[in-house]
């Protein structure tokens, strides 16, 4: 099992990143996936979820307007739109692919807003 997250950097301020997350070695279209967060200093904190087949969205709420996930279960990956970034989003954001009780992460993949 792989998930390997990419498109993470150093935007500026009001920038916009979109991350990608490539699965691999497990059934995609049958889990639900997330994105995580974690700044240093705190804790690892849920960004989104979609569902496996992507009919249904979550958000932080905080966050909701300003990032938006989705999923291309034809490519096996997750994607999160990231717009109008703020200093506060800097972390390293994880996915995550859930189902039941299996569950399985990424490696982690940086992003830093500053100018």
């Known amino acids: 099992v792989q998930l390997v997250e990419s498109g993470g950097g150093l935007v500026q301020p009001g920038g916009s990143l979109r991350l990608s997350c490539a699965a691999s070695?497990?059934?995609?279209?049958?889990?639900?996936m997330s994105w995580y967060r974690q700044a240093p200093g705190k804790e690892r904190e849920l960004v989104a979820a979609?569902?496996?087949?992507?009919?249904?969205?979550n958000y932080a709420s905080p966050l909701k307007g300003r990032f938006t996930i989705s999923r291309d279960n034809a490519k096996n990956t997750v994607y999160l739109q990231m717009n109008s970034l703020k200093p506060e989003d800097t972390a390293v954001y994880y996915c995550?692919?859930?189902?039941?009780?299996?569950?399985?992460w990424g490696q982690g993949t940086q992003v830093t807003v500053s100018s």
């Open positions: 070695g497990f059934a995609f279209s049958s889990y639900g």
């Open positions: 995550k692919a859930y189902r039941r009780s299996d569950s399985y």
């Open positions: 979609i569902s496996s087949a992507g009919g249904s969205k």
